[in-house]
């Protein structure tokens, strides 16, 4: 079945440093969202993409859409404690309406 | 905005007894998901219902078992508890069961099995 890979688990970084968490699928999706959940709260949408080569910005945070759509990134630049959490990506494949979670990134801001 | 609303929002249950948990889906929304995400994992899918039918099957286990009623809202019935089920149970609901659709999840019902 599909599987969509994280990485890190796990990222510590001094407040202001910059953050990356990867995707990877072992097959093309059709899309990927984004997700974010804060320590004791529920998953909340960040943004979802869709083209081949896809970039979309929201303040700090970018996120890409890889050429063959099998991976997908988020950066933030210069973090801020408010942005501790965990990090999900999901993807759906053409034949599934039911997103597969990736492990996720725990994001964790040292000021 | 109205969010998903779970209830209950804890629940502690013993080794064999039965549980029910409530989701109530966001006004107009006729897609409700259930995932089960256990300490440090993602969220796992279970089921999903549109329009009152079940419309996707997951990792549910046959112990469980979910409907949807007229009103939209879902309950998660779930017998013969094990210590293994004890997780954080999020409700998510969308406008439709579409593939591009994006999902708002509800609070959550933190599930101990004792």
């Known amino acids: 079945g599909q599987q969509v890979m994280q990485i890190p688990q796990y990222q510590h970084v001094q407040e202001g440093e910059d953050f990356t968490t990867y995707c990877n699928s072992s097959?093309?999706?059709?899309?990927i969202q984004w997700y974010k959940q804060r320590p004791g709260g529920h998953p909340v949408f960040l943004i979802q993409?869709?083209?081949?080569?896809e970039v979309k910005k929201q303040k700090r945070l970018t996120f890409q859409f890889g050429e063959a759509k099998k991976n997908s990134s988020l950066h933030i630049t210069a973090t801020q404690t408010t942005d501790v959490g965990t990090y999900f990506c999901?993807?759906?494949?053409?034949?599934?309406?039911?997103?597969?979670f990736g492990r996720g990134t725990s994001l964790i801001v040292h000021p | 905005a109205a969010g998903v609303i779970q209830s209950p929002r804890h629940l502690i249950k013993e080794k064999r007894e039965t549980a029910t948990l409530k989701c109530y889906p966001i006004?107009?929304?006729?897609?409700v998901y259930w995932y089960q995400q256990g300490p440090g994992q993602d969220p796992q899918f279970l089921i999903s219902?549109?329009?009152?039918?079940?419309?996707d099957k997951g990792s549910i286990p046959d112990r469980f078992s979910a409907q949807q009623f007229s009103d939209y809202h879902s309950e998660l019935n779930m017998s013969s508890l094990e210590l293994g089920d004890s997780a954080l149970y999020f409700c998510?609901?969308?406008?439709?069961?579409?593939?591009?659709?994006?999902?708002?999840f509800g609070p959550g019902t933190r599930l101990t099995v004792l």
């Open positions: 998510a609901s969308s406008t439709d069961a579409g593939a591009y659709n994006e999902q708002f």
């Open positions: 097959t093309t999706l059709s899309n």
């Open positions: 993409l869709v083209k081949s080569g």
């Open positions: 999901a993807g759906r494949t053409g034949g599934s309406y039911i997103p597969t």
């Open positions: 006004p107009r929304h006729d897609t």
């Open positions: 219902f549109y329009e009152k039918m079940q419309s």
